[in-house]
């Protein structure tokens, strides 16, 4: 449901305000990414190509190249 819904972009959009404020760019957020505890609250996972958000870090690629954007997959 649209309720459902708002919950859930709730959920991560908390999640990626913590990863923001930590200076960390997770890099990799894609559906399979994200898990639901036993109250149903989204949660972010697999933190494997984490990197401190600095512009060397961006300069890269990493994460699942079908989840990037166009700008990134012309380079």
Known sequence: TEQE?????????????????????????????I???????AKMC?????SQLDEDS???VKGTLMFHSPEIIKK
């Open 35 to 41: 898990l639901f505890d036993e109250c149903n609250n």
């Open 5 to 33: 819904l708002r919950k859930i972009s709730r959920d991560l959009l908390k999640g990626l305000q913590a990863i923001f404020m930590n200076q960390l760019v997770h890099r990799d957020i894609k559906p399979q990414n």
């Open 46 to 50: 697999d933190f494997g190509v984490v």
């Open 58 to 60: 961006l300069k890269d």
